[in-house]
C-alpha cells in the first residue's frame, strides 16, 4: 500500500495534462494507494484564482475538486510548527522557482 501526500502545485498541472483522462481512469483502477490531504494544501488551493487563461473560470473549483475526489476524506492532520515551517520553506523556494521559469495555466 502506498500514502501520498501530493503538493497544491500537482493538482493544477493535473487539469491541463493533456493526459488528464488516462491519470483519472489509471488512479481508480488502483485499490492500494492512498492520497491524503493536508490543511496547509487545502488552504493554498483555496487561493487559487478563480479563472486562469486556459480555464476562463472554474479553476479554483477544478482543482478544489480534485483534492476532495483524489483525498476522499483522508486528512494528514499534524500539529507541528516544524512541518509548517518546512512547508513555508518549500512553498518560498517553489515561487522563486516560478519567479525563472514561469508556468502558465
Sequence with gaps: MK??????SIY??????????VLMEWFCTKKNIFLYG???VKKELGDVPES????????????RWLY???????TLVVNSDKLQELAQEYCN????L????PVSF
Design 52 to 63: 486562469t487563461p486556459v480555464f476562463e473560470r472554474e479553476t479554483q473549483r477544478l482543482v
Design 12 to 21: 493544477g498541472e493535473m487539469i491541463v495534462d493533456a493526459d488528464f483522462d
Design 98 to 101: 516560478q519567479l525563472d521559469h
Design 68 to 74: 476532495a475526489f483524489f483525498t476522499r476524506g483522508r
Design 38 to 40: 493536508f490543511s496547509v
Design 3 to 8: 500514502q501520498l501526500l501530493l503538493d497544491t
Design 93 to 96: 523556494v517553489y515561487i522563486a
